[in-house]
């Protein structure tokens, strides 16, 4: 009896099974997925010639049929343009050439590049065998930006030093003005004082000289005091003694 049980249980499991994968191919023809990956900056000067966009992408439960590669470029204040339309860019001259690597990668190659090239380039992936609306997916885009030419790796390492001396210099003056400066003012109090002294050198001699004038004029007053007294004196004397005779 246990083994007649078993058999229908069996069975089941079997029809769920089946049911499952057939739920889940079903799942699978109705999700394919495209995901598309670009560098977001490519700077270059006009020096280089050739320059090559990568572009990225990934395929989930999607025919095994190529996709079609596509590519716009949007510039500036323009409407987006097609680049390379009906495989017209697979040889090897040309403005733009395409090559695509199986599994999941493509390239855009701009020749002769130029600063009008400056613009976004946009990858698209389009699987047409499916209907799925994320079977055909645009990439966010890569802005190239062609400038005129830029310094060299030598010459930005020149620049470099010449900048790094240029400051060590300034540091170096800055220095040696810091120093002049604080001996300027540690020599300004003492002459200030080797100025004052000779001045109080030169006031004390007018005062000596001053006084010495006034002893001077005094003694010279009394002198000629006494001289007049005696004078007089005389005079007196010799009047009196003539008076007497």
């Known amino acids: 009896m246990f083994n007649k049980m078993a058999t229908p249980n069996r069975v089941i499991t079997i029809i769920i099974l089946e049911f499952n994968l057939i739920l889940l191919y079903i799942g699978s023809t109705q999700t394919c997925i495209v995901q598309i990956t670009q560098p977001s900056l490519l700077e270059v000067d006009n020096t280089y010639k050739i320059i090559t966009i990568p572009c990225d992408f990934s395929a989930t439960n999607c025919p095994i049929s190529q ?5 716009f470029r949007q510039k ?8 390379c339309p009906k495989d017209q860019c697979l040889g090897e001259v040309g403005k733009f050439t395409t090559k695509s690597q199986i599994p999941h990668q493509a390239f855009l190659t701009l020749n002769e590049v130029d600063v009008s090239d400056s613009a976004i380039y946009f990858c698209g992936i389009a699987f047409s ?19 005129e030419k830029l310094l060299s790796h030598e010459g930005e390492n020149v620049l470099i030093a010449f900048l790094s001396l240029l400051s060590f ?5 800055s220095v040696v003005f810091i120093i002049i400066s604080k001996q300027l003012k540690l ?8 100025d004052e002294a000779p001045q109080k050198k030169r006031s004390a001699r007018r005062i000596f000289q001053e006084i010495a004038q006034e002893l001077y004029h005094k003694r ?14 005389e005079n007196r004397r010799t009047h009196s003694n003539f008076e007497r005779s």
Do not use: C, F, H
Not at 67 to 71: A, D, F, K, R, T
Not at 187 to 194: A, Q, S
């Open 129 to 147: 065998d499916s209907t799925e609306p994320k079977s055909k997916q645009t990439g966010p885009g890569t802005m190239l930006v062609v400038r």
């Open 169 to 173: 210099y300034i540091a170096i003056l």
């Open 76 to 83: 500036a204040q323009n409407q987006p343009e097609r680049l």
């Open 187 to 194: 020599e300004t109090p003492n002459k200030i004082g080797t």
């Open 220 to 233: 010279y007053v009394e002198t000629k005091q006494e001289e007049r007294d005696d004078y007089i004196y």
């Open 67 to 71: 996709p079609e590669v596509l590519w």
